[in-house]
Nanobody, 126 residues
Framework: VQLQASGGGLVPPGGSLRLSCIAS????????VAWFRQEPGKEREFVAA?????????PYADSVKGRFTISRDNAKNTVYLQMNSLKPEDTAVYYC???????????????????WGQGTLVTVSS
């Protein structure tokens, strides 16, 4: 199983980016998916998640709520993170993750996920 994240880059404050993560597994809809991020010198933190199947449960970190949107296209084995109104403090390496046995109450937990992408760097700066 492989996850390939892309879409990072340099964007000015207030700008937007859309990250994509393409997964190689079969039955992608059976997996919960999530985005985490890590700033230099800090621990990786939860950003957003989408529960398996229809993604009815989509929790967000308080710091991104109302600005970021996670979505998934099960036919394309892809999860997206639309990031709007970006701030300098959003600068980080963003990782996508997938897990087959992630229950709703564990969607925010890093250790609930089995597979991780390589990360894509987002830099918010003028």
């Amino acid at each position: 199983v492989q996850l390939q994240a892309s879409g990072g880059g340099l964007v000015p404050p207030g700008g937007s980016l859309r990250l994509s993560c393409i997964a190689s597994m079969d039955s992608f809809s059976a997996y919960a998916v999530a985005w985490f991020r890590q700033e230099p010198g800090k621990e990786r933190e939860f950003v957003a998640a989408s529960s398996r199947s229809g993604g009815l449960s989509t929790p967000y970190a308080d710091s991104v709520k109302g600005r970021f949107t996670i979505s998934r296209d099960n036919a394309k084995n892809t999860v997206y993170l639309q990031m709007n109104s970006l701030k300098p403090e959003d600068t980080a390496v963003y990782y996508c993750a997938a897990g087959r046995r992630v229950i709703v109450s564990s969607l925010r937990r890093e250790n609930a996920y089995d597979y991780w992408g390589q990360g894509t760097l987002v830099t918010v700066s003028s």
